[in-house]
Structures are given as C-alpha cells and as structure tokens.
C-alpha cells in the first residue's frame, strides 16, 4: 500500500513541546520588536540584534514545529534542509550580485 495521509510513523511532539515552542517565539518576537520601539542600542547593533534572534527563531521552529534535530531519524529531513536552505542562499545571494552588477554596468554618468 501506499502511503497516504493516515500514515503516521515519523515523531510528533508533545502539547509541552508546542507549548514551549510557542513561548520561545513570542519571547524572540517580542524581543526585537522593543529593541525598535524603545532603542536602547545603535540602529547597527539594533540590527544585528534582529538578525540573531531571527536564526534563533528559526532553529526554535524547527526542532519544535518541525520536529527537526541531529538524531539518525531525522537525519535526512536535515540534509533536504541544509540543501534547501544552501540553494536558496546562492538564488537569493546571486540575484543581488547580479542586480548590483547591472546597476553599477548601466549607470548613467553625469556631466
């Protein structure tokens, strides 16, 4: 038989999981969010702030709601991850660079 929509052999978490997943993602939203409407830090170190809590956002979601971590189980959904995220970095990235080369290549001098 196939596998359809019944069939449930990966791990699902717990409540106590989701429900501390869903703690640690309010904390790690609301964290930046008073960082932008009460600075207490430069805009610089303001972003930098924003970004780290970002990646750690990201890796709460995924060992809670995605149920992803370093165990053998899971180890292929990590590496279809890693290779999803490493492919999505060089579009992303690549576009910018391109982006930035046609504008610096067709730039209009001034006289």
Same mark, same amino acid.
């Given at each position: 038989?196939?596998?359809? @929509? %019944?069939? @449930?052999?990966?791990?699902?978490?717990? #409540?106590?999981?989701?429900? +501390?997943?869903?703690?640690?993602?309010?904390? &790690?939203?609301?964290? /930046?969010?008073?960082?932008?409407? @009460? /600075?207490?830090?430069?805009?610089?170190?303001?972003?930098?702030?924003? #970004? +780290? &809590?970002?990646?750690?956002?990201?890796?709460?979601?995924?060992?809670?709601?995605?149920?992803?971590?370093?165990? /053998?189980?899971?180890?292929?959904?990590?590496?279809? #991850?890693? #290779?999803?995220?490493? *492919? *999505?970095?060089?579009?992303?990235?690549?576009? +910018?660079?391109?982006?930035? %080369?046609? %504008? @610096?290549?067709?730039?209009?001098?001034?006289?």
């Amino acid at each position: 038989m196939g596998h359809g @929509h %019944n069939d @449930h052999s990966g791990s699902h978490g717990s #409540f106590k999981s989701y429900a +501390i997943g869903f703690i640690l993602s309010v904390i &790690l939203t609301a964290i /930046p969010f008073a960082l932008v409407m @009460h /600075p207490v830090t430069s805009t610089s170190a303001t972003i930098a702030w924003i #970004f +780290i &809590l970002a990646a750690v956002q990201v890796v709460v979601h995924l060992h809670y709601f995605l149920h992803m971590d370093l165990s /053998p189980a899971s180890r292929d959904t990590v590496v279809s #991850f890693v #290779f999803t995220a490493i *492919i *999505i970095v060089l579009v992303i990235g690549g576009s +910018i660079w391109i982006m930035q %080369n046609l %504008n @610096h290549n067709t730039m209009i001098m001034g006289d």
